[in-house]
């Protein structure tokens, strides 16, 4: 038996708008990009005396942002489709003094039981 309608992968939960997001998978993808940031934070600062090495973690931390940025996005239209809220007030999470308090209340708001407009159940791509 297949189930119906397009399933859950990687790519849908990072790059695409559509569907829902629980709290605990808004979170850990999140918690994801942190941790590559960090990481690559990391090594820079652990070569800092290596030029090549430098420029080479340099360019791992532009393509890691290049690529974070537009999945932080995605990820908070999917989190405020769980709410009920449309998508563009994702932007809020670009505002450097909105972007805590709007990361938290994404975090912690419950998203709505049932069915919403953008899509039948949490953790699920939309129509």
């Given at each position: 038996?297949?189930?119906?309608?397009?399933?859950?992968?990687?790519?849908?939960?990072?790059?695409?708008?559509?569907?829902?997001?629980?709290?605990?998978?808004?979170?850990?993808?999140?918690?994801?990009?942190f941790?590559?940031?960090?990481?690559?934070?990391?090594?820079?600062?652990?070569?800092?005396?290596?030029?090549?090495?430098?420029a080479?973690?340099?360019?791992?931390?532009?393509?890691?942002?290049?690529?974070?940025?537009?999945?932080?996005?995605?990820?908070?239209?999917?989190?405020?489709?769980?709410?009920?809220?449309?998508?563009?007030?994702?932007?809020?999470?670009?505002?450097?003094?909105?972007?805590?308090?709007?990361?938290?209340?994404?975090?912690l708001?419950?998203?709505?039981?049932?069915?919403?407009?953008?899509?039948?159940?949490?953790?699920?791509?939309?129509?």
């Open positions: 038996m297949t189930p119906e309608g397009p399933q859950p992968s990687m790519i849908w939960l990072f790059f695409s708008p559509s569907g829902r997001i629980g709290r605990l998978p808004f979170f850990l993808s999140w918690l994801f990009w941790l590559i940031g960090g990481f690559v934070v990391a090594r820079m600062l652990a070569n800092e005396e290596h030029e090549t090495a430098l080479l973690w340099t360019l791992a931390f532009v393509v890691s942002a290049l690529v974070s940025l537009p999945s932080i996005a995605m990820l908070a239209i999917k989190r405020l489709h769980d709410i009920g809220y449309p998508g563009p007030l994702s932007l809020c999470l670009f505002i450097p003094v909105l972007s805590p308090v709007v990361f938290i209340a994404l975090c708001w419950p998203g709505e039981p049932g069915p919403n407009e953008f899509g039948a159940h949490s953790d699920e791509p939309g129509p």
